[in-house]
């Protein structure tokens, strides 16, 4: 029997899992490890094997939270460092396939059911044959595009979406642009929606209000804000809320999803309170003209953990086929 | 012989010309007329026919700036209202297809030379694989992204990328943002760069300037600015290059078009000196961390009238191969 290795190397968790020959994820074989329980992945990659017994694997797919088209993959928030051949030689696999995160939460989708998923606004029923995009805000930001090709396979692309120029609508939201802009003449999406986005947009209206700064995290900003127990962590996450809905609205009339828009990471989810309220669907759909047409794509939350390593399993079951020439 | 009959339907003029059976355009069949000649596109088509004499098309294709995904399509700058039914009653064709211009030019660009293409910034060799998009900047905005697939075909998709919102950087650009944005609570990319965004950026330079306002369209702005006559015309021209050069960057990260950018329409014509200055580049690649990736994007001028016809060509001839079971 054929073995492939399954990991999501998040910058904070590793998880990982097991496949067949069939590209079945073998039961019980799904585990998750700090990032810092280990010195290198390829550790952890050895720790892992050989906890489940097996000494070699003919497969190996990696879900990376960094760029993957260079020859030396650097984790984006943590310090770790590898090439597909120190992943090789830790996994004695000759067969080593780096995707992007966001790559394969795409590429998981198709296997997504409703448990995974969370309406969250517009049409109910998805176009299976619709593009879809995928949204992870967390760390940094970024969309992922799904198309599905004629013979049934998909087609998962990454974008750089994180770094495209952030919007503002008032004189307000322009001068937290500036403040976010600070030094660097210029701010992104990713400035504002990212963890570190919450953390200086707060700290943006303490001082513009003369308040001391009392929560120093995106979570307890979050909670502070949940709980009422904080007026500028409020004003926060409902400013936060608008320009995700804005900029959600915008890469919808750049990809025009109608099989979906899937929102992950864990701003998302911080998040969630916000986007139940009725001003976030009415900041998506105010594209003016396009008012009508934003009210067709289907608003979905991605709540699965497991979710990449679902991905990973579709994507090395396309690149076998395509290397077999199938 | 079977014919087709290709035409790019335009918010001015409408353009004509035959194919044969394996797609060839037929030498001297191409025609051009003003739109304002005729009382509909019904009757310009039996016109261009009977001119060619032909009472009957196997295919007609038209290259439409409108959206064509409607049972009725109603022109975005003409009077004309037609649907596929009266295109085919006065063509006498049973096979007639509509797709978007903008589309159009993307299933053109495959065909076009280098007499066509003008090399404007970024490296001069295309990823003759790599996804493309092309942009048009005319009556309005938007973009069309072409994917190459395994077997060869183009997939084109055009999107609504002028009603994303239009983005600032300056005090002053936010200033101009709430002009153009009177009435409406936001301002769309389209409110900018296009033509009647060059009228309106004129008129709001002229007013804060306390300077009487000397040309009414975009063509004579265009045209004191480049002449130096206006100092409001220079400002106006030089400020929404500044903004097409972030836009088509934001673009650029969305879409990742490692097959290069093509840049079309009248407004793209207009602002050709301002395109060819340093600072125009210096924009589009003024993305943070990601200033390296910016220099790996071609980008072109696309300088053929006739490229919506070679475009309606290809999509016919994938048309009628997907009819065929190809």
Not at 108 to 122: I, K, N, R, T, V
Not at 153 to 162: D, I, L, P, R, S
Not at 177 to 185: F, I, N, T, V
Not at 211 to 231: E, G
């Amino acid at each position: 029997m054929s073995i492939s290795l399954l990991a999501d190397i998040g910058g904070t968790n590793t998880r990982f899992v097991l496949a067949n020959n069939n590209c079945d994820v073998l039961f019980d074989s799904y585990e998750a490890f700090r990032n810092t329980s280990a010195e290198s992945p390829e550790l952890l990659i050895k720790r892992y094997m050989k906890r489940q017994g097996i000494d070699s694997c003919d497969h190996v797919v990696l879900a990376l939270a960094a760029p993957v088209n260079e020859e030396e993959v650097v984790l984006t928030n943590h310090n770790w460092r590898f090439t597909v051949k120190s992943i090789s030689a830790a996994s004695m696999s000759n067969d080593v396939l780096f995707i992007n995160d966001l790559e394969a939460l795409g590429y998981g989708l198709s296997e997504l059911g409703a448990e995974q998923l969370q309406h969250l606004a517009g049409p109910r029923s998805l176009d299976k044959k619709g593009p879809r995009i995928v949204i992870g805000a967390g760390t940094g930001f970024n969309a992922a595009i799904v198309t599905q090709l004629e013979n049934g396979e998909h087609f998962v692309k990454a974008m750089e979406a994180g770094h495209m120029t952030l919007t503002v609508e008032t004189q307000d939201e322009f001068e937290l642009w500036q403040y976010l802009a600070k030094g660097r003449g210029r701010a992104s999406v990713e400035r504002a929606i990212s963890g570190r986005g919450i953390e200086q947009t707060y700290q943006w209206f303490c001082q513009r209000n003369s308040t001391p700064v009392v929560h120093m995290n995106a979570r307890d900003i979050s909670i502070a804000a949940s709980n009422q127990s904080d007026l500028m962590a409020e004003k926060t996450m409902q400013t936060i809320a608008n320009i995700f809905a804005r900029t959600i609205g915008d890469l919808v009339l750049a990809f025009l999803p109608t099989g979906g828009i899937f929102l992950s990471g864990s701003v998302t989810r911080a998040m969630m309170p916000w986007l139940r309220r009725a001003s976030f669907f009415d900041a998506f759909v105010a594209k003016g003209r396009q008012y009508d047409l934003m009210h067709q794509f289907p608003l979905y939350i991605l709540n699965d953990d497991q979710a990449a390593l679902h991905g990973c399993k579709i994507a090395a079951k396309q690149h076998s086929l395509r290397l077999r020439g199938m």
